[in-house]
């Protein structure tokens, strides 16, 4: 299954983001380039700290306790988001990074950067959510996480966005990022 395109169609549903865009009083165009982007890019995130032993072991028992969450309804799920929750996964995953990513997305999309964190601190339980139902389709222990991701991340890299979000996580690369993302979605 590829999660990333399952996703990020559903989470492209014009109810799901007027829903989304709605709870932060954002344009649902804006709304829909920071999930396409910040997807991808936290997948990249939870594929590097899989690459440790500890980081693997860390996942493999969060993605077990999300394992059950019902994200077949991306709408429904977005809309009962624990915010606290969702932040404290986001900085799990990104660490030192979350800023970076946040300002980074925001330059992108025109979004502010508190307006970018309160849509990734929904989407990054719904990821979770949704690498929990993989990993457990797939009986995948801490020792294949890192295989599973790469496999996700592959899958991901053909629609472009794959390639691109890894430099979201850059200091370094936000100009020359935000130029080829502008031509991604039509923006000079």
């Given at each position: 299954?590829?999660?990333?395109k399952?996703?990020?169609?559903q989470?492209?549903?014009?109810?799901?983001?007027e829903k989304?865009g709605?709870s932060?009083?954002?344009?649902?165009?804006?709304?829909e380039?920071v999930?396409k982007?910040?997807i991808?890019?936290l997948?990249?995130?939870?594929?590097?700290?899989?690459?440790s032993?500890?980081?693997?072991?860390s996942?493999?028992?969060?993605l077990e306790q999300h394992?059950?969450?019902e994200?077949?309804d991306?709408k429904?799920?977005l809309g009962?988001?624990?915010?606290?929750?969702g932040?404290?996964?986001?900085?799990?995953?990104l660490?030192g990074?979350?800023?970076?990513?946040?300002?980074n997305?925001a330059k992108q999309?025109?979004?502010?950067?508190?307006?970018v964190?309160?849509?990734?601190?929904k989407i990054a339980p719904l990821?979770?959510?949704?690498l929990g139902?993989?990993k457990?389709?797939?009986?995948?222990d801490s020792?294949?996480?890192?295989?599973m991701?790469q496999?996700l991340i592959e899958?991901g890299s053909q629609?472009?966005?794959?390639?691109?979000?890894?430099?979201?996580?850059d200091?370094?690369?936000?100009?020359?990022?935000?130029?080829?993302?502008g031509g991604?979605f039509?923006?000079?």
């Amino acid at each position: 299954m590829d999660i990333l395109k399952l996703l990020t169609e559903q989470i492209s549903d014009k109810e799901t983001l007027e829903k989304l865009g709605g709870s932060i009083g954002g344009r649902t165009e804006d709304v829909e380039k920071v999930a396409k982007m910040g997807i991808p890019a936290l997948l990249q995130a939870l594929e590097k700290n899989a690459k440790s032993k500890e980081g693997a072991e860390s996942l493999a028992n969060a993605l077990e306790q999300h394992k059950d969450d019902e994200v077949e309804d991306v709408k429904g799920f977005l809309g009962n988001v624990d915010n606290d929750e969702g932040d404290k996964i986001l900085q799990h995953i990104l660490g030192g990074k979350k800023q970076t990513l946040q300002n980074n997305l925001a330059k992108q999309t025109g979004i502010n950067s508190s307006e970018v964190s309160q849509i990734l601190t929904k989407i990054a339980p719904l990821l979770l959510g949704a690498l929990g139902k993989e990993k457990n389709q797939r009986g995948v222990d801490s020792s294949g996480i890192d295989g599973m991701l790469q496999g996700l991340i592959e899958q991901g890299s053909q629609s472009g966005l794959m390639n691109i979000a890894a430099n979201l996580l850059d200091d370094e690369s936000t100009g020359g990022i935000i130029k080829k993302l502008g031509g991604l979605f039509g923006k000079k």
